[in-house]
């Protein structure tokens, strides 16, 4: 039962360092437009605002999109708007493609406010790309997580612990080994031998001269 319980907690390790570093990237790798960029893959939580205008997701889900150079005309592309000074996910459909060498714009037809659909030209370099997944509810979750709550109790408080058991084993390992090499120390015997034979007195034979009685 000890070693079941001890293969489950290492495992429960492994998990809490992969999520904790995940979840520390989430928050390290942000690209030049605020948002959390692996690669050629930018994901993104959905609220109930950016949810209106991003098509096929809902409030909470979690955003994924990659990157592509392929778009044509007729292709719903995902760009960055700013909206209030910051920079939201929005969408639309591509009416008209013009490249240069240098560079893209495509011609969207997108919502801007409401339900009405208004032209726009779009930057090749504002751009996240036509490929999208979304992921339900953990939009929601990682919202949470990355607040100074969700942070402090689910991220830095797991990876505490982890690191305080890590700590504790070293220091049962440390006293182990201690009292481990005492008694073969003891048992060597070399130190006790050396004692023995100091102690031990050579034997002498007497040798009794013969003598003839005459």
Known sequence: MKNILKTLWNILEVVIIIYVIFLTSCILFRNKFGFTQFGNYTISPIDGTTAKYVENTKSGDLLIVKSSNDIVQGDRIYYYATVNDRYVIRTGIVEKVQKDDYNSLYTIETLVSGDKKTKLNVAQTRTLGKYANALSSVGSIMNFLVTRIGFLLFVLLPILLVFVYQIYEFIIVLNY??????????????????????????????????????
Not at 178 to 184: F, I, L, S
Not at 190 to 204: N, R
């Open 177 to 214: 080994e201690k009292n481990g090499d005492t008694p073969k120390i003891k048992n060597t015997g070399k130190s006790e031998t050396t004692e023995e034979l100091k102690d031990e007195k050579p034997m002498v034979e007497e040798k009794k001269d013969d003598v003839d009685v005459l």
